[in-house]
């Protein structure tokens, strides 16, 4: 069964640093989400991602965030100056034409030091 | 604000009880509902979904109802199993393609 995969799945980086989240979503889908859930809380929306061009984003995605989706494959979540409140889980969900069930991968868990 | 929240924290059954976890939710625009399941170290889950148009949707072991009035939704899992521990999160889309608006989740115990 085809799924959502992110690397790495854990990623340790000093406060001030850039990290880059990659996800391979599913090959046919069109639609693309980026969702964090810091410890103990729920998912929250970070951005959504259609036709190369980000469709909807949240408070939390300011301008020290990107997305990309640089070849047919990987959809990237880049946090340019990571700060210690960036620290939590990132999921990637895909979406297919039909219906509207994203599929999450199984996260990256992101500490700022 | 908008936001959809849960009425429970924890919740403990039997197991080869039913269980009902409840969700409440305040975007009378919302469209379409999902219930996901979340274990540990993995991403959400998908379970089950209703639209708005209806009020009751049954799959395997599980129903979701809607309670448009109230701005209610349940999932019932029947004979609930330990592999069914986990935290549930119902969440919101208004708008097809459109951000998924979780709410807090309640952490199922499936006592053996």
């Known amino acids: 069964e085809p799924e959502v995969t992110q690397t790495p799945s854990h990623q340790v980086t000093q406060m001030g640093q850039e990290v880059i989240l990659r996800c391979v979503p599913i090959?046919?889908?069109?639609?693309f989400y980026w969702y964090r859930q810091i410890l103990g809380q729920k998912v929250e929306f970070l951005v959504s991602f259609y036709n190369n061009e980000i469709s909807e984003k949240s408070e939390i995605f300011d301008d020290q965030f990107s997305v990309e989706r640089p070849d047919g494959s990987n959809f990237t979540l880049k946090i340019r100056s990571t700060k210690l409140e960036d620290s939590a889980m990132y999921f990637c969900a895909s979406q297919g034409l039909a219906g509207n069930e994203q599929f999450f991968g199984p996260g990256t868990r992101l500490t700022v030091l | 604000g908008e936001s959809v929240g849960l009425h429970l924290p924890t919740l403990s059954v039997q197991e080869g009880d039913n269980s009902i976890i409840n969700c409440a939710y305040s975007n009378s625009a919302s469209d379409y509902f999902i219930w996901y399941k979340q274990e540990s170290g993995k991403g959400p889950q998908f379970i089950i979904d209703?639209?708005?148009?209806?009020d009751k949707r049954q799959g395997q072991r599980v129903t979701v109802l809607l309670n448009k009035t109230v701005k209610h939704l349940s999932l019932q899992i029947a004979a609930t199993q330990p592999g069914d521990s986990a935290v549930y999160f119902c969440a919101e889309i208004a708008g097809a393609n459109s951000k998924l608006t979780f709410g807090k989740g309640i952490t199922l115990s499936v006592r053996p």
């Open positions: 090959s046919n889908h069109l639609y």
């Open positions: 209703i639209r708005s148009n209806m």
